[in-house]
């Protein structure tokens, strides 16, 4: 049974850095694409990044494009996001999410994703 489990989340200030992880335990880490959402109050999920090992491939969204990096540790099935330049529209529960097959294309949809995390709240105060 895939379990994710998000980490990191906080209060910072404007212009300030967190990094947040996402430990995986379940089935083989590596083989799957990986992706960080993130949902404000009364709004959608949206799209923040994502990663796969299949042509290293990563997106992000124009959002964030510049000041957050998505990265993974096999050895540690762990999968980080560095967000810096932090702004207060960045607020918003973050989820981490896995693909349920292995796929040649990065989905970049909520939908693609079937594994979730609870979800770890950052704020950015101005």
């Known amino acids: 049974q895939v379990q994710l489990v998000e980490s990191g989340g906080g209060l910072v200030q404007a212009g300030g850095s967190l990094r947040l992880s996402c430990a995986a335990s379940?089935?083989?880490?590596?083989?799957?694409?990986m992706a960080w959402f993130r949902q404000a109050p009364g709004k959608e999920r949206e799209f923040v990044a994502a990663?796969?090992?299949?042509?290293?491939?990563?997106s992000y969204a124009d959002s964030v494009k510049g000041r957050f990096t998505i990265s993974k540790d096999g050895a540690k099935n762990t999968l980080y996001l560095q967000m810096s330049s932090l702004k207060p529209e960045d607020t918003a529960v973050y989820y981490c999410?896995?693909?349920?097959?292995?796929?040649?294309?990065?989905?970049?949809?909520?939908?693609?994703?079937?594994?979730w995390g609870q979800g770890t709240q950052v704020t950015v105060s101005s």
């Open positions: 999410a896995q693909a349920p097959l292995v796929t040649s294309f990065l989905p970049l949809q909520a939908a693609e994703y079937n594994y």
């Open positions: 990663t796969m090992r299949f042509r290293v491939s990563t």
């Open positions: 379940g089935r083989t880490f590596r083989n799957y694409a």
